[in-house]
């Protein structure tokens, strides 16, 4: 290929050399292999004339296949270091598709805080087919053994978790899992595979709600999923074309577009997100601030050892739910909204947003009281972010 001076391809050094700030630029499909055009063309067709019927074209229809929906899953699957990548609907749709190769009779063991949208999928919609879910707290690796029962298929990772930011030992868990011919799945929404690559540490399918980070302008809904092996790799992508569960080309081509400047916004909002958490923690009126880059945090020496950095979202507590709202009806800068992730700075209240289907006694016991807020921290100057935070709680 490089012969034909394909500049996509490395003539010298291997890809593999390249670091990962280079393959978000360099991620195969940033030229135009046909015209060198210095994007992914948009091939806005749902189906693919036959020159020769003899020799059927290699794409056929756009639910099995679109060029533009493969680069994007070429590039994260680049990204994650994993053998295959696919793209969704949305994160729900990657979730609810990755679970589709479990059947009836199946037992899934699932971290207790999963994203709330698996929780309804596993005990509204699932349960109703015969996959049966154990929730444990996987950060105590014994209660993720004692939820082993003969008929358990997998292990299901959210690490960190939300909107505590629980940090669960993925090789602990990965490493048991595989001596027990368990599937592990993680979804590493959170972290992105800027700051953390969990099929390095062993795990099987890494699931994304795109909707997040990877896109990072709250402006496309898209879910993505990358396998470790070939194997599953096939298995899921024949799911994906069997539910029809794929993401447009448009919505694809604007992911592609958003993740290009992954690692200048999580760098950019990591650093504020880091001065956000220390402010915070030295103010005597908040109750509690969570961020796993804190020393006072129980999982920061775990997360050090899996992840490259801490991530743009800090969740702390401002001691009752009057104050919570006194302070999301009181800020001027971040959106007050569900979603992380983005551009903007997203201020969430989980009690009364994520989490209000969760009854208020599990609520509680999970750490989620009525003064938790959530901060994904944006790209706005952090001093405008804490002088707005500032006049907020100050508000009587
Ligand atoms: C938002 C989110 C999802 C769901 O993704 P959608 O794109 O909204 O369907 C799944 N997991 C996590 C951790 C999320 O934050």
Redesign the pocket.
Known sequence: MSDQGNPNELSGAGKEDRKFDTKLIHFGGEVDAATGASSVPIYQASTFHHHDIYNPPSYDYSRSGNPTRQALEDYIAVLEGGHRGLAFS????A?STAFMLFSAGDHIIVTEDV?G??YRLLTGILNRFGIEATFVDMTKIDEVKAALKPNTKAVYL?TPS?PTLKITDIAQVTEWAHAHDLLSIL?N??MTPYYQRPIEQGVDIVLH????FLGGHSDV???LAVTRTETLGRKLKYMQNGLGTVLGVQDSWLLMRGMKTLGARMAHSEKSAAKLAKWLSERSDIKAVFYPGLDSHPGREIHEKQSSGYGAVVSFDVGSGERAKRVLSSVKLPLVAV??GAVESILSYPAMMSHASMPKEVRHERGITDGLLRFSVGLEDIGDLLADLEQALERQ
């Open positions: 949305s994160g729900m749709a979730i994203y949208g698996t959210e939300n979804d929404t959170f709600s795109a909707t997040k809904l898209a879910g979603s992380l």
